[in-house]
């Protein structure tokens, strides 16, 4: 039997009188107990992912087009009686940005004014130019790019990586969400599901700003008899009591890894407050961040909170920009000079700051940062002012481990409507993120509904353009 | 594991003949099988068992201990522990019968549809909100759940529950809860922003309403057939005998329909006269030119057009004195006597109108919204796309020369010529909430007029004053009515028949005089007059019940959700992309069942339901190999935590193997000819069975069989979620066994989520929500699942969010799970009141960690338990030590 990772897991799946449902990933995968050697090295250890809420739009942020400036106002005719359709709208006239574009960094990339911080870093990035959704509409192109599927049910990319790799450490879990303190994304908790995977596989929410971060972290401030010594002599006693039960059980692992849960949720639970405490963190740091500006505070507390969690061993921490629903996010149809610059705002000089941050302590060595959304915007208005969705064409950007600085894949058509040259799907952009960690994405595969399920479906090509 | 037990169990594994013509068995002919002859075998299923064991050289385990075995049974069959008083008399019960009689009470007990109905509702993918990107409630899904419950309570025939949930409708017409049944196929998600929002002519809609046919063809194959067809959407399946035409022939089945609020009525023959007027509407749609142009409907048709001539001439228009706008706009009086606004555009606003009219009686107030060029695309409305809201319309009338203050009108209905949804319509403007509006997107530049018809016809008196208020108090900036006409009618009530508000079309052909009309303009008339008097017949009976179902018949929700008039038609698609249509398909099913026909025997193609019909009874064949396979497989799973084949939804080649082929066949066969269909009469079969009632504790077999494939001990498994809520509640005294109705919310909502469209996003906090509420305390099974935000504390104990079908649950344990099990608020206040209940029965900390363990764990401390907990609770309260106990294996799982 060859030993890569899944046909173990699979072996012992099948066996297990009942170790299908623990977590196996901390049985066979962690990497310190060097069990399974992955197929290959790895250049990224960890992923932080900053995920665009509602759909940021490529053509007024990454995506300078001369022909869209030019033929600005006219009616949108691409030519050869292609039918143009909007998801919610009438299509309006062309519209150039309302921003400034400039050419930045020694690669001359063109970012626009609205997004002033990252444009200074464009030469550690690697842009996807030319993505692609098959969806226009939110709840569809969020769980394709999240899942990898336009349904519900899918396990979402973290679950997946949580549950190929585990975690880091022993203390924290393996996948982190961490949603905007406006409100959940689209779709919900789904978002982070971790679909028919075991459930240990989930993304752990933290709201950050919430009284309580962590659901069931600690008992309700009701419950006056729980004191930490309740529970410590109570942990002690229950520990004897399911020992001695499970003494009179031989051969069901469940028993003794629902007592090694209580053991880990422990260590967790202590682990958390510093996880999640800012205040050892320097003034500088904070600063930088932007933690001290009210537009900036949620993002940055957030930025600030993953480069804290990959530290201690959270293998993939997605931070969100904007809530779901029609507003406080990047679904701008209404007015993109004042709905995006303000989620732009937002966003920003946060982003940038955890890029710095990452390089500056030598972890974007062997972090992966990614930015994306679910999909782009149209070229042309919604009302004059707004712009509706647009999954033809949409921009993403890695940086960090495994990553070619500085460089650019794929290019849309001359009014960033559709993409056009070396497009990226959703698989493809799965399937490079995954390679980067050292898994092929062909071989991390679970049987579910009669089909062996995996995060790229069946496709997905790694875009090695962007590999360093 | 030992490597041992690795090794054995490889060597089972490979002693076990599998062909490649096994993994073909579920589709092979069902011939009963001869029953080993096994010395002392209880049960067939023990013969059966037995023999595969012998040969194995494995003996099965001695029975569980009657303890053990009372509360497996209880929680196996109702979901409910039972009581330590229970416990104890069965234990020492001598009667020979005592057993039977236990599974008999159990069986009979309502908790054991309540118990088995969410095993149902886990394939069936049932939740309370649509899911997807806004997530919206469903307010009528829940009478399917009850419909589910009864069924099983009832002991329905399995044929019949197949049926009903397919096409109860066509079948059994005169029986409403057949009707409900329908939410089967509609219980799964559903995306309101595709099949609502998203335009009707976009890839986006149209692939969304094929993903939803999708869902229903692999929501009843996986189901009913335990087959994985949807594979074939864009290939033929790669495993298995099914070909990509077959898969859209089975789309072609639900071609017809679509998944919305469905009208039942529980009075059966209320429920025959709408499906009679229904079909007849139906019929009314597709009329020939011959009956249109008939001298019986002629003649109706002048009949109707002279009341309608003396209705029209009954509106007579308000003497408007002034119209004030609270809001700052101006007010202008038009030559028609319309009004006109102009000017300011506020943020808010209303219009009051104070206005006159001769002595007479008030049936109902019309409000014509017209429209003008001066108004943004021609209006009616001021806002930039022509639009408005109107989010109330009041009357008051004050008596001519008295002091006394006017009296409010009160509407009892409202209609409008058109509206912009179902949520969006004239109905929202009487509905008291100013949230909720009347608007017009997207027929701008056009007039429309709405209908108020008061409750009450009343006389008013010369000079009577009257104050019409038009509201435009949403919070939706400068949506006012850009130019109105108000009139009153004498002859127009809500005690007189309905009058539909006229459609523009036929206001067209009424212009023309009768002389000049064309026999289409004239057919046209005639067939708008019938079905005009279809929906007053309809709207005349007892306002029916909602259930949300699949169902051809329902209002269309904007512009681009509406029914289809016939079933659309369906493409085989290339590679399954829209964009490549191949041939036409028509309805069809599976040719792989061995002396089934793959033909279904269609009475008419073009009645959707029809099609249904006949595809349920193909499933309900006695030959469907398939059918009787999958229900027995599906129940033992639920009985032994794991089935004879331990993928119920997959039969096919990528599925898993049978353990016990034979006794799958023989069990099949029994429940379909000797139990006929009875469920309860196989739970009693395999409870019954000596094969499960065996002990859980030994461990003799592991070195041959470590997984227990073969059955030589009974298998521990974990309380579900609901089980462990349930006996939360059981324990703490505080379960309400109220059954059905509206599911429980148990949660709060944060801002002012409605859950409904147009509503803002739903903030659920789940950790606030107070666990004494009334709703906390009713069965899990009626808990209102809300499917992108479940409960953390079911979520963590592996209950299905709903977002996929879930024919077998996972058992995690995982740290999440841990932290609820010890710091939820509900379970914690459960411990409480279980705390509560011990210390008054129990005066000595003995006593009360006694009875602790008799409550929660069914017996009695050891010595050195009792020490040990009596000196925690004496540290630190009974509540902590009961929490103790709930959190211990020994009750989360059952031996």
Same mark, same amino acid.
């Given at each position: 039997m060859q030993h890569t990772a899944s046909n173990r897991r699979e072996f012992l799946g099948h066996l297990g009188s009942g170790l299908g449902g623990i977590a196996l990933a901390s049985l066979v995968q962690r990497e310190s107990s060097g069990a399974i050697p992955p197929p290959f090295a790895p250049k990224a250890r960890r992923v932080i992912q900053l995920f665009m809420n509602g759909g940021a739009s490529q053509c007024d942020l990454f995506d300078y087009k001369p022909q869209l400036i030019a033929q600005h106002g006219q009616k949108f005719d691409p030519g050869a009686g292609v039918r143009v359709e909007a998801s919610i709208s009438t299509p309006g006239a062309l519209m150039k940005s309302p921003f400034e574009w400039a050419q930045h960094g020694q690669c001359g990339r063109w970012v626009s004014s609205a997004l002033p911080h990252l444009a200074k870093h464009v030469d550690d990035m690697a842009f996807l130019m030319a993505m692609q959704s098959v969806s226009n509409v939110h709840g569809p192109a969020s769980y394709l790019q999240t899942s990898g599927f336009l349904p519900p049910g899918f396990p979402s990319a973290g679950a997946w990586i949580s549950y190929a790799l585990g975690s880091l450490s022993d203390n924290v879990p393996a996948f982190v969400a961490l949603p905007d303190a406006k409100g959940m994304p689209y779709n919900g908790r789904s978002a982070f599901t971790s679909g028919f995977l075991p459930a240990n596989h989930q993304g752990t929410v933290i709201n950050a700003s919430a009284p309580q971060p962590i659901t069931h972290l600690r008992p309700p401030a009701s419950a006056t008899h729980i004191t930490p010594v309740s529970r410590t002599d109570g942990l002690k006693l229950l520990s004897e009591m399911n020992t001695a039960h499970a003494g009179q059980r031989p051969g069901d692992s469940r028993l003794q890894a629902r007592i090694e849960s209580y053991e880990l949720a422990a260590r967790f639970q202590l682990a958390a407050p510093e996880l999640l405490d800012l205040t050892g963190e320097t003034t500088a740091t904070k600063n930088l961040y932007g933690i001290d500006e009210p537009q900036t505070a949620d993002f940055g507390k957030r930025c600030l909170m993953a480069r804290r969690m990959i530290e201690r061993g959270v293998r993939f921490v997605q931070v969100w920009s904007g809530q779901g629903g029609g507003s406080d996010n990047w679904d701008n149809h209404g007015h993109i000079a004042n709905e995006l610059s303000t989620a732009a705002i937002r966003m920003d000089q946060p982003a940038a700051a955890l890029l710095t941050d990452l390089k500056a302590r030598g972890l974007l060595d062997d972090t992966l940062l990614v930015w994306t959304t679910e999909f782009g915007r149209m070229p042309f208005s919604q009302g004059g002012t707004g712009r509706d969705h647009n999954g033809g064409t949409f921009v993403s950007w890695f940086a960090g481990a495994g990553v070619k600085p500085g460089s650019a894949y794929g290019q849309s058509d001359e009014w960033s409507w559709k993409a056009a040259e070396d497009i990226t799907t959703s698989y493809d952009f799965h399937a490079t993120i995954l390679h980067l960690l050292g898994i092929d994405h062909e071989k991390l595969t679970v049987r579910h509904g009669g089909i062996d399920r995996r995060l790229t479906d069946v496709s997905g090509n790694v875009v090695k353009s962007i590999l360093a | 594991m030992k490597p041992l037990a690795i090794v054995a169990a490889l060597l089972t594994s490979l002693a076990s003949p599998t062909t490649a013509q096994d993994r073909n068995w579920a589709l092979l002919p069902l011939t009963m099988p001869v029953v080993p002859e096994v010395e002392? %075998? %209880?049960?067939e299923i023990d013969a059966f068992v037995q023999a595969e064991l012998s040969a194995a050289g494995i003996a099965s385990s001695p029975m569980a201990e009657r303890a053990a075995l009372i509360r497996r049974l209880s929680y196996d069959l109702t979901g409910l522990p039972p009581t330590h008083e229970e416990v104890q008399a069965f234990v020492s019960d001598k009667d020979a019968n005592a057993y039977a009689k236990l599974v008999t009470r159990l069986l009979e007990s309502e908790r054991y549809g309540e118990h088995w109905a969410r095993h149902w509702l886990d394939i069936a993918n049932y939740a309370d909100t649509h899911g997807n990107d806004h997530d919206y409630a469903r307010p009528n899904a829940w009478p399917y759940r009850d419909y589910v419950i009864q069924s099983l309570n009832d002991d329905k025939p399995y044929t019949r529950f197949v049926q009903e949930q397919v096409a109860g409708d066509a079948l059994f017409p005169e029986d409403p809860q057949a009707t409900v049944a329908l939410g089967f196929l509609a219980a799964g998600p559903w995306d309101h922003t595709l099949m609502v929002?998203?335009?009707?002519?976009t890839v986006d809609h149209r692939s969304a309403q094929n993903l939803d046919r999708d869902l229903m063809v692999a929501t009843v194959m996986g189901t009913?057939?335990?087959?994985?067809?949807? +594979? %074939?959407? +864009?290939?033929?399946h790669k495993f298995d005998p099914i070909t990509q035409r077959e898969y859209y022939s089975l789309q072609a089945v639900f071609a017809g329909v679509d998944r919305a609020d469905r009208p039942f009525d529980e009075d059966a023959r209320t429920q025959t006269e709408r499906t009679r007027l229904l079909g007849e509407k139906r019929a009314l749609q597709q009329l020939d030119a011959a009956i249109l142009s008939s001298p019986e409907v002629v003649e109706k048709v002048a009949v109707w057009e002279e009341t309608l001539r003396k209705r029209e001439e009954s509106w007579v228009p308000f003497e408007i004195a002034t119209v004030v706008s609270i809001g700052g706009a101006t007010l202008t009086r038009q030559d028609d006597g319309s009004w006109f606004a102009s000017g300011t555009r506020p943020k808010a606003d209303t219009y009051i109108v104070t206005a006159h009219r001769p002595a007479g009686a008030i049936g109902a107030i019309r409000l014509e919204v017209l429209p003008d060029?001066?108004? /943004?695309?021609?209006? /009616?409305?001021?806002w930039d796309n022509g639009n408005f809201h109107l989010s109330e319309f009041r009357v008051f009338a004050a008596p001519p020369g008295t002091a006394e203050s006017a009296k409010p009108l009160v509407i009892a209905r409202a209609t409008a010529d058109h509206n912009e949804s179902a949520t969006i319509s004239a109905a929202q403007a009487i509905d008291g909430d100013d949230k909720s509006h009347w608007g017009v997107n997207p027929r701008y530049g056009e007039a429309h007029k709405a209908i108020f018809e008061l409750k009450d016809l009343a006389e008013f008196p010369d000079r009577t004053t009257f104050t019409l208020m038009l509201e435009h108090q949403d919070g939706v900036e400068g949506h006012g009515i850009g130019r109105f006409r108000l009139s009153a009618s004498d002859?127009?009530? %809500?005690?007189?028949p309905v009058f539909a508000p006229i459609p523009d079309k036929v206001t067209t052909i009424l212009q023309v005089p009768v002389g000049q009309r064309t026999p289409a303009q004239q057919q046209a008339l005639a067939q708008a007059v019938l079905l005009l008097e279809n929906e007053q017949a309809l709207a005349a009976l007892p306002a029916p019940r909602l259930v949300y179902a699949v169902t051809r018949d329902f209002p269309p929700d904007g512009p681009n959700f509406s029914p289809a008039p016939e079933p659309r038609p369906i493409h085989l698609l290339e590679r399954g992309e829209l964009s490549k249509p191949g041939e036409l398909v028509g309805p069809g099913t599976l040719a792989c069942i061995p002396e089934l026909p793959d033909a279904l025997t269609i009475a008419e193609a073009g009645d959707e339901s029809q099609r249904r019909a006949a595809l349920a009874h193909w499933l309900t064949d006695p030959r469907n190999v398939l059918t009787w396979r999958s229900i027995v497989n599906r129940v033992w799973s639920y009985h032994f935590g794991r089935g004879l084949c331990d993928t119920p939804n997959d039969f096919g080649k990528m599925g898993g193997m049978p353990s016990h082929p034979e006794l799958l066949d023989w069990l099949a066969i029994w429940f379909r000819d000797e139990a006929h269909g009875s469920l309860k009469a196989l739970h009693r079969l395999i409870v019954s069975s000596e094969t499960w009632k065996q002990s859980t504790l030994t461990a003799h077999g592991a070195i041959i069989d470590s997984d227990n494939r073969l059955l030589w001990r009974q298998n521990r498994t974990r309380l579900t979620g609901e089980q462990v809520r349930d006996t939360m509640l059981t324990l703490s005294n505080h379960l309400d066994l109220t059954m059905g109705g509206p599911s429980v919310v148990q949660f709060i909502s944060r801002g002012?989520?409605?859950?409904? /469209?147009?509503?803002?996003p739903a903030f659920l906090d789940y950790e606030h929500f107070d666990p004494d509420s009334p709703a906390a305390r009713r069965r899990a099974i009626y808990r209102f699942l809300f499917r992108t935000v479940p409960d953390p504390l079911m979520d963590t104990l592996d209950c299905p969010d709903g977002g996929a079908i879930t024919s077998v649950r996972n058992v995690s344990t995982t740290p999440l799970q841990t932290f609820a099990m010890l710091n939820d608020a509900f379970l914690i206040r459960q411990c409480e009141h279980i705390a509560m209940r011990i210390a008054t029965a129990a005066d000595s900390p003995e006593k009360q960690i006694d009875a602790a363990f008799q409550l929660i764990l069914l017996r009695d401390a050891r010595e050195h338990e009792r020490t040990k907990f009596v000196d925690y609770a004496r540290h630190h309260g009974l509540a902590n030590a009961c929490q103790l106990l709930v959190n211990s294996n020994e009750f989360l799982h059952l031996d």
């Amino acid at each position: 039997m060859q030993h890569t990772a899944s046909n173990r897991r699979e072996f012992l799946g099948h066996l297990g009188s009942g170790l299908g449902g623990i977590a196996l990933a901390s049985l066979v995968q962690r990497e310190s107990s060097g069990a399974i050697p992955p197929p290959f090295a790895p250049k990224a250890r960890r992923v932080i992912q900053l995920f665009m809420n509602g759909g940021a739009s490529q053509c007024d942020l990454f995506d300078y087009k001369p022909q869209l400036i030019a033929q600005h106002g006219q009616k949108f005719d691409p030519g050869a009686g292609v039918r143009v359709e909007a998801s919610i709208s009438t299509p309006g006239a062309l519209m150039k940005s309302p921003f400034e574009w400039a050419q930045h960094g020694q690669c001359g990339r063109w970012v626009s004014s609205a997004l002033p911080h990252l444009a200074k870093h464009v030469d550690d990035m690697a842009f996807l130019m030319a993505m692609q959704s098959v969806s226009n509409v939110h709840g569809p192109a969020s769980y394709l790019q999240t899942s990898g599927f336009l349904p519900p049910g899918f396990p979402s990319a973290g679950a997946w990586i949580s549950y190929a790799l585990g975690s880091l450490s022993d203390n924290v879990p393996a996948f982190v969400a961490l949603p905007d303190a406006k409100g959940m994304p689209y779709n919900g908790r789904s978002a982070f599901t971790s679909g028919f995977l075991p459930a240990n596989h989930q993304g752990t929410v933290i709201n950050a700003s919430a009284p309580q971060p962590i659901t069931h972290l600690r008992p309700p401030a009701s419950a006056t008899h729980i004191t930490p010594v309740s529970r410590t002599d109570g942990l002690k006693l229950l520990s004897e009591m399911n020992t001695a039960h499970a003494g009179q059980r031989p051969g069901d692992s469940r028993l003794q890894a629902r007592i090694e849960s209580y053991e880990l949720a422990a260590r967790f639970q202590l682990a958390a407050p510093e996880l999640l405490d800012l205040t050892g963190e320097t003034t500088a740091t904070k600063n930088l961040y932007g933690i001290d500006e009210p537009q900036t505070a949620d993002f940055g507390k957030r930025c600030l909170m993953a480069r804290r969690m990959i530290e201690r061993g959270v293998r993939f921490v997605q931070v969100w920009s904007g809530q779901g629903g029609g507003s406080d996010n990047w679904d701008n149809h209404g007015h993109i000079a004042n709905e995006l610059s303000t989620a732009a705002i937002r966003m920003d000089q946060p982003a940038a700051a955890l890029l710095t941050d990452l390089k500056a302590r030598g972890l974007l060595d062997d972090t992966l940062l990614v930015w994306t959304t679910e999909f782009g915007r149209m070229p042309f208005s919604q009302g004059g002012t707004g712009r509706d969705h647009n999954g033809g064409t949409f921009v993403s950007w890695f940086a960090g481990a495994g990553v070619k600085p500085g460089s650019a894949y794929g290019q849309s058509d001359e009014w960033s409507w559709k993409a056009a040259e070396d497009i990226t799907t959703s698989y493809d952009f799965h399937a490079t993120i995954l390679h980067l960690l050292g898994i092929d994405h062909e071989k991390l595969t679970v049987r579910h509904g009669g089909i062996d399920r995996r995060l790229t479906d069946v496709s997905g090509n790694v875009v090695k353009s962007i590999l360093a | 594991m030992k490597p041992l037990a690795i090794v054995a169990a490889l060597l089972t594994s490979l002693a076990s003949p599998t062909t490649a013509q096994d993994r073909n068995w579920a589709l092979l002919p069902l011939t009963m099988p001869v029953v080993p002859e096994v010395e002392g %075998a %209880a049960t067939e299923i023990d013969a059966f068992v037995q023999a595969e064991l012998s040969a194995a050289g494995i003996a099965s385990s001695p029975m569980a201990e009657r303890a053990a075995l009372i509360r497996r049974l209880s929680y196996d069959l109702t979901g409910l522990p039972p009581t330590h008083e229970e416990v104890q008399a069965f234990v020492s019960d001598k009667d020979a019968n005592a057993y039977a009689k236990l599974v008999t009470r159990l069986l009979e007990s309502e908790r054991y549809g309540e118990h088995w109905a969410r095993h149902w509702l886990d394939i069936a993918n049932y939740a309370d909100t649509h899911g997807n990107d806004h997530d919206y409630a469903r307010p009528n899904a829940w009478p399917y759940r009850d419909y589910v419950i009864q069924s099983l309570n009832d002991d329905k025939p399995y044929t019949r529950f197949v049926q009903e949930q397919v096409a109860g409708d066509a079948l059994f017409p005169e029986d409403p809860q057949a009707t409900v049944a329908l939410g089967f196929l509609a219980a799964g998600p559903w995306d309101h922003t595709l099949m609502v929002t998203v335009r009707e002519d976009t890839v986006d809609h149209r692939s969304a309403q094929n993903l939803d046919r999708d869902l229903m063809v692999a929501t009843v194959m996986g189901t009913f057939q335990s087959l994985t067809v949807h +594979c %074939a959407r +864009c290939h033929d399946h790669k495993f298995d005998p099914i070909t990509q035409r077959e898969y859209y022939s089975l789309q072609a089945v639900f071609a017809g329909v679509d998944r919305a609020d469905r009208p039942f009525d529980e009075d059966a023959r209320t429920q025959t006269e709408r499906t009679r007027l229904l079909g007849e509407k139906r019929a009314l749609q597709q009329l020939d030119a011959a009956i249109l142009s008939s001298p019986e409907v002629v003649e109706k048709v002048a009949v109707w057009e002279e009341t309608l001539r003396k209705r029209e001439e009954s509106w007579v228009p308000f003497e408007i004195a002034t119209v004030v706008s609270i809001g700052g706009a101006t007010l202008t009086r038009q030559d028609d006597g319309s009004w006109f606004a102009s000017g300011t555009r506020p943020k808010a606003d209303t219009y009051i109108v104070t206005a006159h009219r001769p002595a007479g009686a008030i049936g109902a107030i019309r409000l014509e919204v017209l429209p003008d060029e001066r108004l /943004p695309q021609s209006g /009616p409305g001021r806002w930039d796309n022509g639009n408005f809201h109107l989010s109330e319309f009041r009357v008051f009338a004050a008596p001519p020369g008295t002091a006394e203050s006017a009296k409010p009108l009160v509407i009892a209905r409202a209609t409008a010529d058109h509206n912009e949804s179902a949520t969006i319509s004239a109905a929202q403007a009487i509905d008291g909430d100013d949230k909720s509006h009347w608007g017009v997107n997207p027929r701008y530049g056009e007039a429309h007029k709405a209908i108020f018809e008061l409750k009450d016809l009343a006389e008013f008196p010369d000079r009577t004053t009257f104050t019409l208020m038009l509201e435009h108090q949403d919070g939706v900036e400068g949506h006012g009515i850009g130019r109105f006409r108000l009139s009153a009618s004498d002859s127009v009530s %809500a005690s007189s028949p309905v009058f539909a508000p006229i459609p523009d079309k036929v206001t067209t052909i009424l212009q023309v005089p009768v002389g000049q009309r064309t026999p289409a303009q004239q057919q046209a008339l005639a067939q708008a007059v019938l079905l005009l008097e279809n929906e007053q017949a309809l709207a005349a009976l007892p306002a029916p019940r909602l259930v949300y179902a699949v169902t051809r018949d329902f209002p269309p929700d904007g512009p681009n959700f509406s029914p289809a008039p016939e079933p659309r038609p369906i493409h085989l698609l290339e590679r399954g992309e829209l964009s490549k249509p191949g041939e036409l398909v028509g309805p069809g099913t599976l040719a792989c069942i061995p002396e089934l026909p793959d033909a279904l025997t269609i009475a008419e193609a073009g009645d959707e339901s029809q099609r249904r019909a006949a595809l349920a009874h193909w499933l309900t064949d006695p030959r469907n190999v398939l059918t009787w396979r999958s229900i027995v497989n599906r129940v033992w799973s639920y009985h032994f935590g794991r089935g004879l084949c331990d993928t119920p939804n997959d039969f096919g080649k990528m599925g898993g193997m049978p353990s016990h082929p034979e006794l799958l066949d023989w069990l099949a066969i029994w429940f379909r000819d000797e139990a006929h269909g009875s469920l309860k009469a196989l739970h009693r079969l395999i409870v019954s069975s000596e094969t499960w009632k065996q002990s859980t504790l030994t461990a003799h077999g592991a070195i041959i069989d470590s997984d227990n494939r073969l059955l030589w001990r009974q298998n521990r498994t974990r309380l579900t979620g609901e089980q462990v809520r349930d006996t939360m509640l059981t324990l703490s005294n505080h379960l309400d066994l109220t059954m059905g109705g509206p599911s429980v919310v148990q949660f709060i909502s944060r801002g002012d989520a409605t859950f409904m /469209p147009g509503g803002n996003p739903a903030f659920l906090d789940y950790e606030h929500f107070d666990p004494d509420s009334p709703a906390a305390r009713r069965r899990a099974i009626y808990r209102f699942l809300f499917r992108t935000v479940p409960d953390p504390l079911m979520d963590t104990l592996d209950c299905p969010d709903g977002g996929a079908i879930t024919s077998v649950r996972n058992v995690s344990t995982t740290p999440l799970q841990t932290f609820a099990m010890l710091n939820d608020a509900f379970l914690i206040r459960q411990c409480e009141h279980i705390a509560m209940r011990i210390a008054t029965a129990a005066d000595s900390p003995e006593k009360q960690i006694d009875a602790a363990f008799q409550l929660i764990l069914l017996r009695d401390a050891r010595e050195h338990e009792r020490t040990k907990f009596v000196d925690y609770a004496r540290h630190h309260g009974l509540a902590n030590a009961c929490q103790l106990l709930v959190n211990s294996n020994e009750f989360l799982h059952l031996d």
